[in-house]
C-alpha cells in the first residue's frame, strides 16, 4: 500500500515545523511523518503551571532510573535532567546509539510532535557574513555554496512570524532584523555591560536575542499565540504559545490551510530511490508500535529529522544504484559532524548593588558575540562567543554543604550578591573524520541500524578553551566582577561532542557534487527531489545558536523547490 | 511511574499528623509518644521520629516555618515508596540506628535521650564532619543523603517559598526591596 501526497516532510520539529508550513501554505498536500507521539497544543504533557511544591518528587528525577541504567546522557547534561519535563526527551536505553567507548557523544533527542522545538533555550540569533565565508576563508570543511545575503530575506521572514524579542545592535558580524521589543538588562549586566564596551574595542555584551513573544502582533496573535509572562517555565511547554515551537506556531500555521496531514508513531526507515528517474519515489516508515512498514509517495520530500538522524536515513537507504546510502556518490554523506562546545567560563561579584533587585523571571541571558574572527595573534582559527547572565537569590538552600539550624538558617534566607557568569560557546571546526556512521551489526527495535558517531576536538578547540578561560577573567575584570573565579577543562579530559545539543553536519552544502552533499538550494546533487534543510546541511557550525539559521534555510528551500515544481523541473 | 499527583496534593494533609516534635523551643529529650507520629507508610513510629526530631534540627522553625511545618519528613516517607533507589533508602532507613550508635560512642547515651541541645551539638559535629570527608561512603554518606533531601523538600514547599510568583507577568530588572515586595504581593494574590 502507499498513500501519495504533494510532499513529505520527515520530521516535525524546528525545521520539519517550517517546512510543512511553508509547503502547505503554497499550496502543497503534505504529510508529515514525526516517529514520536502526538502532542496536542497546549498538552496535558506541559508542567509549566506547576508551583515547586505541586510537582511530581518536587522535581527530582526518580534514583530508581540510576538502578535502571535509564537517562544516562540527559542525566550527565545536567540542567534537563529534571522531573517535570523528562517526558520531552528520549533515554537512550530505549533508542540506544553507539560511539567509541573513550569518545562518548551526547545525542539529545526529543521524540514528539514538535520535536526539540519544545525543550530549546530560544536563543535566536542571526549568523553574520563572516560565519559563511570561514571555510572559504581558511581551508576548512567545504565552501558554503551560499553567503549572508542569501539568507537575509529568509531570515527576515522567519523572524516576523516566529517572534523574536531583541535590540538593534548595530554588530558588524551579528546582523539585527525586526525584532520584538527586548528584554531589559537586570541593574548588574547594565553596569557590567558599560564597564565592558568602554573597555573594549571589539567585545560587546548585549541582551540576548529570543523566540518569546515580548509583544503580540497580529500574525502570532491570529494563531492564539500570547504574550510572554516571564515565568521562564518555557521548557515544561507554554501554555499561552509564548514561545516559538512547532506546535504553537508552525503546524497550527500548516493546519489551518487545510493541507496538513501529520502521522506520528511513524519512524522513517528509509528513502526509496528510483535510478531511472534520479527521484526519491517512496518514503518507508516502521509503526513505532506494531512494527508493520508502510510506503508513502510524493513529489518532494523534505528531510528533517534532525542532522544525526537524518544522516542516519540516509545511510540507510541503500539501493543497487547508491550501495553507500543514498545521495552519498561524493563519500561526504555522515561527514563533518560539528556541535558547539564550552569548557571554559567565569564569574565573579558586582558589588554597590545590594539594594537592588529584579522581578519576573527572563527567559534569556546576556551575550557576548564572537569578536575573535580573522585575528592574526591567536593560536587557532575562528573563534567563540559568550552566553549567561547575572542574578541574585537568595543564599542558598543548598543541602550539599555544611550548617544547620537557626543561625544557618538565617544565613540561607539572605539575599546573596549580585554574580554574574559567562560560559564560551566555541565553533569546532568542520572535520571530513569526525562522522556518524551505521552500526555494523546493532539494530534498534525498528529493525534500523544504530547511529555510531566518532568525534572528538582537537587542537584549535583546545587551543580556543584555553583563551576562553583567559578571555571570560578580562571581561568579568572590565566588568568590575570581584571575586573572579574561573573553569576550563583541563587539555587532557575528553571533551563530549553534543554537549550544547547543536549538533550539525552530516549532509554539508557545498558548489561540488564531488566533495558535498547537497546544493545551495539544499537539493540533493544526486537526487532531485530531495531536500535536506535541518541541522546536517551545515557546512560549519559558526559560533551562534543555529535553529533560526535552519528555519531560515528551510524557508529558502522550500521556496525554490516549489517554484521548481511549478516550471515542471521536479 | 510513582507518586501520582494525587497523592502527593494530599500530603498536605497528612503532614500535619507528624508534627508533635516541632517547634517546641523549650522541649529535651525527645518524647517517645508514638500515637502522634502518624501518616507513614514506609517509616516505623521510631524512625519517623527520630527523622523528624532531626530534620528540625537541621531546620527549625524561628520567624520563618521549619522543616516540621512544612510535612519534610512525611514526604520523605512517600520518596522512599516511590522514589528513592535501594541504596538511599536503606541509607535513610537505616540513619536512625547509626545515628544511635553514634551518640552511644560519642557521648555515651541514646539519642534520643539527650537534650534538646546535646542533640543539636552532635547533629552539627557530624555535619562538619560529614562535609570535611568528602564523599566517603557509610554513615557519613547515608547523613548527606538525608540532608540533600531533607533540605530540598523543605525548600520547595509552599512555605518556604514566600516570593515564588507563578505568573509575573513582566519582568523588571532594577527594583528596590519595598518595589520587590510590593510586586510579588501584588503578583501572588
Ligand atoms: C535543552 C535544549 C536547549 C536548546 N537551546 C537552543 C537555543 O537556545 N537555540 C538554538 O538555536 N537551538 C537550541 N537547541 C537546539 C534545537 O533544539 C535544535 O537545533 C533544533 O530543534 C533542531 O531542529 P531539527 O528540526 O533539526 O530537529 P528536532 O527539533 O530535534 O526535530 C526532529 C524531529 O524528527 C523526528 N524524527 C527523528 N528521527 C525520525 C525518523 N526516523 N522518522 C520520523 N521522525 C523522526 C524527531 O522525533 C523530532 O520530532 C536546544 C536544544 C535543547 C535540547
Ligand atoms: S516565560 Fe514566557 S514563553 Fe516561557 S513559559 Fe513563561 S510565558 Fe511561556
Not at chain 1, 475 to 489: E, F, N, Q
Not at chain 2, 69 to 74: A, C, E, N, Q, Y
Not at chain 2, 90 to 103: R, T, V, Y
Request: aromatic share 10%.
Amino acid at each position: 500500500m502507499s498513500e501519495e501526497f504533494d510532499a513529505i516532510v520527515i520530521g516535525s520539529g524546528m525545521s520539519g515545523g517550517w517546512a510543512a508550513k511553508e509547503l502547505c501554505e503554497r499550496g502543497l498536500k503534505t504529510l508529515v511523518l514525526e516517529r514520536g507521539r502526538h502532542l496536542d497544543h497546549p498538552s496535558p504533557e506541559y508542567t509549566d503551571f506547576e508551583a515547586p511544591w505541586d510537582m511530581e518528587f518536587r522535581g527530582m528525577v526518580p534514583e530508581i532510573y540510576d538502578e535502571q541504567g535509564r537517562y544516562r546522557m540527559l542525566k550527565r547534561k545536567g540542567w534537563t535532567y529534571r522531573n517535570e519535563i523528562i517526558q520531552f526527551f528520549v533515554d537512550e536505553r530505549d533508542h540506544p546509539y553507539s560511539y567509541p567507548e573513550d569518545r562518548p557523544f551526547m545525542w539529545t533527542r526529543g521524540y514528539q510532535l514538535g520535536g526539540r522545538s519544545l525543550t530549546w533555550a530560544r536563543q535566536t540569533y542571526r549568523w553574520g557574513p563572516k560565519d559563511f565565508e570561514a571555510n572559504a576563508r581558511d581551508g576548512h570543511g567545504v565552501d558554503w555554496p551560499i553567503r549572508y545575503d542569501d539568507l537575509a530575506p529568509w531570515y527576515d521572514h522567519v523572524e516576523a512570524f516566529a517572534g523574536i524579542s531583541g535590540a538593534s545592535d548595530g554588530l558588524e558580524n551579528l546582523p539585527d532584523g525586526e525584532f520584538l521589543r527586548p528584554w531589559e538588562m537586570n541593574c548588574a549586566e547594565g553596569v557590567a555591560a558599560r564597564n565592558i564596551n568602554r573597555s573594549f574595542e571589539d567585545r560587546r555584551m548585549i541582551i540576548g536575542r529570543g523566540a518569546n513573544l515580548t509583544e503580540v502582533r497580529d500574525v502570532h496573535a491570529e494563531l492564539g499565540r500570547g504574550a510572554c509572562q516571564a515565568r521562564d517555565h518555557c521548557i515544561r511547554g507554554c501554555s499561552y504559545g509564548a514561545y516559538f515551537s512547532s506546535l504553537s506556531a508552525t503546524l497550527p500555521a500548516a493546519q489551518r490551510t487545510g493541507n496538513l496531514t501529520v502521522e506520528t508513531d511513524s519512524v522513517v526507515s528509509e528513502i526509496i530511490y528510483d535510478p531511472l528517474t534520479r527521484r526519491a519515489t517512496h518514503v518507508k516508515v516502521v509503526d513505532y508500535h506494531t512494527r508493520e512498514e508502510r510506503l508513502y509517495s510524493a513529489r518532494i520530500i523534505f528531510l528533517n529529522a534532525s542532522a544525526i538522524a537524518s544522516a542516519q536515513i540516509l545511510l540507510n537507504s541503500r539501493s543497487e544504484a547508491m550501495p553507500n546510502g543514498l545521495a552519498n556518490t561524493s563519500g561526504q554523506l555522515g561527514n563533518y559532524i560539528m556541535d558547539h562546545f564550552g569548557h571554559a567560563g567565569a564569574n565573579g561579584r558586582i558589588e554597590g548593588l545590594e539594594d537592588r533587585f529584579d522581578f519576573g523571571r527572563r527567559p534569556t541571558g546576556i551575550y557576548i558575540p564572537n569578536y575573535r574572527h580573522e585575528r592574526e595573534d591567536q593560536a587557532f582559527v575562528r573563534g567563540f562567543g559568550f552566553q549567561g547572565g547575572a542574578n541574585r537569590q537568595r543564599a542558598g538552600h543548598t543541602g550539599s554543604r555544611p550548617g544547620i539550624g537557626a543561625e544557618s538558617k538565617a544565613s540561607m534566607d539572605q539575599w546573596s550578591p549580585w554574580v554574574l557568569g559567562i560560559g564560551m560557546f566555541g565553533e569546532m571546526l568542520p572535520y571530513a573524520d569526525n562522522t556518524i556512521r551505521l552500526h555494523p551489526t546493532r539494530t534498534d527495535n525498528w529493525g534500523i541500524p544504530l547511529a555510531h558517531m566518532d568525534c572528538h576536538i582537537r587542537e584549535n578547540e583546545r587551543a580556543m578553551i584555553r583563551q576562553a578561560e583567559q578571555d571570560a577573567v578580562e571581561i568579568l575584570t572590565a566588568a568590575g566582577c570581584k571575586d573572579i573565579s574561573s573553569v576550563r577543562t583541563p587539555d587532557d579530559e575528553h571533551v563530549l561532542v553534543g554537549g550544547k545539543t547543536h549538533e550539525m553536519g552530516g549532509a554539508c552544502m557545498g558548489h561540488d557534487p564531488a566533495t558535498s552533499v547537497l546544493n545551495r538550494w539544499n537539493q540533493a546533487h544526486d537526487v532531485d527531489n530531495l531536500f535536506v534543510t535541518d541541522g546536517a546541511c551545515m557546512s560549519s557550525c559558526g559560533t551562534a545558536n543555529p535553529s533560526l539559521t535552519y528555519m531560515a534555510l528551510t524557508a529558502r528551500a522550500v521556496d525554490h523547490a516549489v517554484q521548481r515544481l511549478q516550471e515542471g523541473g521536479l | 511511574m510513582g507518586v501520582t499527583r494525587r497523592i502527593l496534593l494530599s500530603t498536605g494533609g497528612l503532614a500535619l499528623a507528624g508534627l508533635s516534635l516541632s517547634g517546641c523551643e523549650n522541649r529535651d529529650a525527645i518524647e517517645l509518644d508514638l500515637s502522634d507520629v502518624t501518616g507513614f507508610s514506609v517509616f516505623d513510629r521510631a524512625t519517623a521520629t527520630i527523622l523528624l526530631d532531626v530534620a528540625d534540627l537541621m531546620i527549625p522553625r524561628t520567624d520563618t516555618p521549619g522543616a516540621g511545618d512544612t510535612g519534610t519528613v512525611l514526604y520523605l516517607d512517600q520518596l522512599m515508596d516511590h522514589w528513592a533507589s535501594a541504596a538511599s533508602r536503606a541509607e535513610i532507613l537505616g540513619f536512625p540506628a547509626q545515628l544511635d550508635s553514634h551518640a552511644r560512642q560519642s557521648v555515651g547515651r541514646a539519642f534520643r535521650s539527650l537534650s534538646r541541645q546535646a542533640r543539636f551539638r552532635l547533629l552539627e559535629d557530624m555535619d562538619q564532619a560529614s562535609f570535611a570527608e568528602g564523599e566517603r561512603p557509610g554513615f557519613s554518606a547515608a547523613y548527606r543523603t538525608l540532608k540533600r533531601l531533607v533540605f530540598h523538600i523543605h525548600y520547595t514547599s509552599e512555605a518556604a517559598n514566600p516570593d515564588y510568583v507563578a505568573v509575573p507577568g513582566q519582568y523588571l530588572g532594577d527594583v528596590s526591596a519595598a518595589e520587590f515586595r510590593a510586586l510579588v504581593d501584588d503578583a501572588r494574590f
